[in-house]
């Protein structure tokens, strides 16, 4: 069997690139050792979350956010079996939906492991144990990452009580006492699920901010929201030990400037510290293919590696580890070999995180324009000035724009509150086209919208917004 492209791995990054290479007309190949295609993101990561995250909010909301809409509802009563269920149905149209485009688009599946024999060849092991040998002109290394754990502590993950984003979706109860080891992405994602439910969530985090990496500002606006909705936080704090005791778990942190370590009890406790590139059982080392300090395939500005004819794209790679990034790269890799000028613009990719409220940002943050010595404006503009948010009593949070001082190019825009995740991409098509902060702000936009005040905000940069 012979192929144009082997790729191996069929998340976000491999199903797209192999999907986009079909298109292209070259004769493709995956492999994937789970039994339903999608990678982390479909199967256990971004969509099962968002189906919790969205059932979780509709439950805390029924409880908390209507009385003053004038909706009175008798106290919303949980069914978790059935809200975990709407998460699987979620997961198996989407799982089902990348099938349906493999087939489509004449892409031959491999069930099994894939591991590298030379440059053009790969074997695939079943798990019934059956070796089958594909060979192809590329490989494309699509195996994206996994859980990293807390460097020098022991971790007996059993996803009932010491858990991962994995159990995370999975608890078959509300638990008592949850605390989160981490207050990155995943640790806020899940952490609010669970505090919606009912959990009293506490995270610890290393750093003195959560969501490091973020907007300091935007940062600390979504730390205080979070603390309103019942989330305790620990900052500044290390955790050393996460250990099972009795029916739960008990985490031990110390401070990072120093001091006695505090032990903390909980029900259960959910590790998010990070993921890393999974690379293992893939045969790298014997087909010689470099990897770089932190573990990630090295790869060139065209996604080569130093072997011929192998490629990686997605979290196996340098880069923020997300499926969106992953997926622009399987479709420039897959322009790339067919011949076409492949491209992604790694200044330009937004993230969300989809909490209640959103946070969202793309570009540069102002913490970064400030190590770089680049003169900017920053313009902002509250969502307690707009009139759709009164209307919908969302208005806690802001939009921040941020501009080059001279030429006015938006440099980046950060947004917390609700329904940032969407309004982040008229920012990010800004961007992407080199548009300035006058473009944004004499760009017409329906009233009454919550996007008025990404309009009012890029006003507010470039010389004054209107309503405030
Ligand atoms: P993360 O890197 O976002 O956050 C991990 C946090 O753990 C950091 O703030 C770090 O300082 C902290 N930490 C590390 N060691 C610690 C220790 N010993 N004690 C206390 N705190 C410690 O990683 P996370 O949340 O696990 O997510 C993994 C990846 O998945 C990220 O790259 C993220 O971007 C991606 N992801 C993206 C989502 C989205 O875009 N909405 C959703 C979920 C995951």
Not at 69 to 84: C, T
Not at 397 to 425: N, S, Y
Request: proline share 3%; net charge negative; charged share 20%.
């Amino acid at each position: 069997m012979s192929y144009d492209v082997i790729i191996i791995g069929t998340g976000p990054g491999g199903y797209v690139c192999a999907v986009k290479a079909a298109q292209l007309g070259l004769k493709v190949a995956v492999i994937e050792k789970r039994a339903t295609y999608g990678g982390t993101c479909l199967n256990v990561g971004c969509i099962p979350s968002k189906a919790l995250l969205h059932a979780s909010e509709v439950f805390h909301h029924a409880g908390h956010g209507m009385d003053a809409l004038g909706v009175e509802v008798a106290a919303p009563k949980l069914n978790l079996g059935k809200m975990l269920a709407h998460k699987d149905a979620t997961v198996k149209s989407n799982v089902d939906g990348v099938a349906f485009l493999f087939k489509k688009n004449k892409i031959d599946a491999f069930q099994g492991t894939g591991k590298i024999v030379a440059a053009g060849k790969v074997s695939v092991t079943a798990d019934d144990g059956k070796v089958t040998e594909i060979e192809g002109k590329n490989i494309v290394i699509a195996t994206g990452s996994d859980v990293a754990g807390i460097p020098g502590v022991p971790l007996e993950i059993d996803e009932k009580v010491i858990i991962s984003s994995t159990g995370g979706i999975a608890l078959d109860k509300v638990p008592g006492k949850m605390i989160v080891v981490g207050g990155g992405v995943i640790g806020l994602e899940l952490g609010s699920v669970w505090s919606r439910l009912g959990a009293k969530v506490t995270v610890v985090e290393y750093l003195d901010n959560i969501l490091g990496g973020m907007d300091g500002e935007v940062s600390k606006q979504f730390q205080r929201m979070l603390a309103k909705q019942g989330i305790e936080f620990h900052l500044g704090a290390k955790v050393v030990g996460v250990e099972k005791s009795g029916s739960g778990a008990k985490v031990t942190f110390e401070p990072v400037k120093g001091g006695d370590k505090v032990v903390l009890d909980a029900d259960v406790v959910l590790v998010a510290t990070g993921r890393k590139p999974y690379t293992a059982g893939l045969g790298l080392e014997e087909a010689g293919v470099a990897l770089d300090n932190r573990g990630r395939v090295e790869i060139d500005g065209h996604f080569k590696t130093n072997v011929a004819g192998i490629y990686a794209i997605g979290d196996v790679v340098k880069g923020p580890m997300l499926a969106h990034k992953a997926e622009d790269e399987g479709v420039a890799l897959a322009e790339i070999l067919a011949g076409q000028a492949g491209h992604v613009n790694y200044e330009v990719i937004p993230s969300v995180v989809y909490t209640q409220p959103e946070v969202a940002s793309v570009g540069k943050t102002e913490e970064e324009l400030k190590a770089a010595g680049i003169a900017y404006k920053v313009g902002k503009f509250p969502f307690s000035a707009n009139g759709r948010a009164r209307a919908m009593l969302a208005t806690d949070g802001f939009v921040k724009i941020l501009a080059d001082k001279e030429t006015d190019r938006v440099l980046g825009g950060h947004i917390v509150g609700f329904g940032a995740g969407e309004m982040i991409h008229e920012i990010t098509v800004l961007m992407e086209f080199g548009g300035s902060s006058e473009d944004l702000g004499r760009t017409c936009h329906a009233h009454p919208t919550m996007s008025e005040a990404v309009k009012e905000a890029a006003l507010a940069t470039f010389f004054k917004p209107i309503h405030m």
